[in-house]
């Protein structure tokens, strides 16, 4: 079945540090590709999709490459800041069993401080 | 823009006890799920549905039961509350397609005692 695996948290880095999370996938079909990001207390929002081979979704100076090749899709940014610290989901959606409810990875916690 | 609500935010149950968590979305979604976040097991589906009269199981449905009678609502009914139940749950929706986007709730934090 479908399947995503992220890195293992918590990532600490230090405000204006270079953010790397890996997230690689497994899935029938040609997936679409997403990162969901959740602040503390509250639910997930989307930060950034990609639906097709070699796109690259962008937001709020995040970015993640969809890599067919490596089937990998890591969430990048060039200077975190303290207001980054969340938890990051990457997920994925296929269609397989004739729905396109979303398979999420575990989660990787980032804590930036000042 | 109310999105997804859900009520309650808080719940502490004792065991045995039966409740119902309400989550209601107004964006006219087909799609709407049910999630469980436990620490280091990130987001566990309980059940979905893809319209209204249509549900499914996920990956963790046991002790829980849904119903989609209307497009805006999906109750979680717990059936006999068990401390393993102890989470925070989030309602999801969104539209039917392999690229859209899900929208989640505020999340319910149980407490089962």
């Known amino acids: 079945g479908d399947s995503v695996t992220q890195m293992e948290g918590p990532v600490t880095l230090s405000e204006e540090a270079f953010l790397t999370i890996n997230c690689t996938y497994t899935?029938?079909?040609?997936?679409?590709l997403f990162w969901y990001v959740q602040y503390p207390g509250e639910g997930l929002q989307l930060l950034l999709k990609?639906?097709?081979?070699?796109d690259k979704g962008s937001n709020k100076g995040f970015e993640a490459t969809y890599r067919k090749e490596t089937t990998s899709f890591h969430l990048e940014k060039g200077s975190v800041q303290v207001s980054d610290s969340a938890v990051y989901f990457c997920?994925?959606?296929?269609?397989?069993?004739?729905?396109?409810?979303?398979?999420f990875g575990r989660g990787t916690s980032l804590i930036v401080h000042p | 823009n109310a999105g997804v609500t859900q009520t309650p935010k808080f719940q502490v149950l004792k065991t045995g006890q039966s409740m119902t968590l309400q989550c209601a979305q107004d964006?006219?979604?087909?799609?709407m799920s049910w999630y469980r976040q436990d620490p280091g097991m990130g987001l566990r589906l309980i059940h979905y549905?893809?319209?209204?009269?249509?549900?499914d199981q996920g990956e963790v449905p046991n002790g829980y039961n849904v119903s989609r009678s209307t497009t805006e609502d999906f109750p979680l009914r717990l059936l006999s509350a068990a401390p393993s139940q102890t989470s925070v749950y989030f309602c999801?929706?969104?539209?039917?397609?392999?690229?859209?986007?899900?929208?989640f709730g505020q999340g319910t934090r149980l407490t089962v005692v």
């Open positions: 964006m006219n979604h087909e799609y």
């Open positions: 997920a994925l959606s296929t269609g397989t069993g004739g729905s396109y409810i979303p398979t």
């Open positions: 899935a029938t079909g040609y997936p679409s």
């Open positions: 549905s893809v319209g209204a009269g249509i549900t």
């Open positions: 999801a929706s969104s539209y039917s397609g392999q690229s859209t986007e899900a929208f």
């Open positions: 990609a639906t097709k081979a070699d």
